[in-house]
């Protein structure tokens, strides 16, 4: 897959399908989306191009900026799992902000990507204001003669899929509701930091990440996940929080790996989070700390070796 961000000096050759949307989180709703554009692309011999922009549109309009259910890094990843041909980060300014739903038709799927077909979902809005719909899109389609195919909000259990009732169950903990909308667990991939070096005294090495501010985090509390180290999935379990035993800073996302012995101080993980198993607490002293992550290690590996494939 092609990867363009950072530059609105962009020119194609050949003629496409665009997808636009923000895609966070990359949930089945967007996996729907993705899979139309992806389909009528190879029908029609298109380069299939996902359109998105980049800060986040909330980030940038500023009074509600939305905490993300995904890192850019995995957003693109999924993006290309989806087959993709190329994914546009768009830059996302004020000044693009204000811009007529007519200009960016013309300009930006028209004239830069050249736009035979473009996919939206019935409820996409555009444009200054978000004052284009789909009809808009589709009176403006008629004039350029590019094809606008929409597709139908998806639901499950009678619920709309979108980012913001993910967000919503990701930040009350309920992990494996929101894996169900999202077709994948909620993840967080980091580079391994030092800590404290406190883990290994206590029996319990904990992987270190920091936790990024830009993202949702599901409550401070334990969580039994899986973690991808060197391609390899092992069981773990997770705290998120500030440690209010021994104090951090930072709110961070420590991963003790069962049944691992290694040294990744510097790897690039991957920490799948599967289900909420207790909130953070403040213990009197680390040998109790101890006691309830070895607790808290048989009840994550029993629900992990019963719900795992
Ligand atoms: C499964 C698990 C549960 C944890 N629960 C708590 C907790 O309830 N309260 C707390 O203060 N710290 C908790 N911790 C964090 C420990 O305080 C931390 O891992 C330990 O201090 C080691 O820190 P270090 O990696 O900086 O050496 C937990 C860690 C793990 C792996
Ligand atoms: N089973 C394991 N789970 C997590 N980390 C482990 C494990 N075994 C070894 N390690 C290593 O130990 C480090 C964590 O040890 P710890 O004493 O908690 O130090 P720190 O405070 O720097 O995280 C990890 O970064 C990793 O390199």
């Not at 089945?28 to 009528?40: D, P, R, S, V």
């Not at 380069?47 to 009074?63: D, E, K, R």
């Amino acid at each position: 897959m092609q990867y363009i961000c950072g530059s609105t000096d962009i020119q194609i050759t050949g003629e496409s399908v665009v997808v636009l949307g923000n895609f966070d989180g990359v949930h089945k709703g967007h996996q729907m989306l993705l899979h139309e554009a992806k389909a009528n692309a190879k029908e029609n011999n298109l380069m299939a191009i996902a359109l998105s922009f980049y800060p986040h549109p909330t980030w940038v309009l500023g009074n509600n900026p939305k905490p993300l259910v995904m890192s850019r890094q995995d957003r693109k990843h999924q993006i290309k799992a989806e087959g993709m041909d190329l994914f546009i980060e768009y830059p996302f300014t004020v000044d693009f902000a204000h811009i007529s739903p007519d200009i960016f038709f013309k300009d930006v799927l028209v004239d830069k990507l050249h736009a035979r077909v473009v996919v939206v979902g019935s409820n996409y809005f555009f444009g200054k204001n978000k004052v284009g719909n789909v009809d808009y899109m589709k009176v403006l389609g008629e004039k350029y003669d590019v094809e606008i195919l929409v597709v139908d909000t998806v639901k499950k259990d009678g619920q709309v899929i979108s980012s913001t009732h993910i967000r919503q169950l990701i930040s009350e903990g309920k992990m494996e509701e929101a894996e169900s909308f999202l077709g994948h667990p909620y993840t967080v991939i980091g580079t391994v930091v030092h800590g404290k070096k406190l883990g290994r005294t206590i029996g319990f090495p904990t992987i270190n990440m920091i936790a990024d501010p830009a993202r949702i985090h599901p409550p401070n509390g334990v969580y039994a996940t899986t973690v991808k180290v060197y391609n390899h999935e092992y069981m773990g379990i997770t705290n998120v929080g500030y440690n209010p035993t021994v104090g951090s800073s930072y709110k961070m996302i420590e991963t003790h790996i069962i049944d691992f012995t290694g040294e990744i101080y510097g790897e690039e993980v991957e920490v799948a989070f599967h289900k909420f198993i207790r909130p953070e607490q403040k213990f009197d002293n680390v040998e109790e700390l101890s006691k309830q992550i070895a607790r808290d290690t048989q009840t994550g590996k029993k629900f992990l070796s019963t719900h795992m494939k």
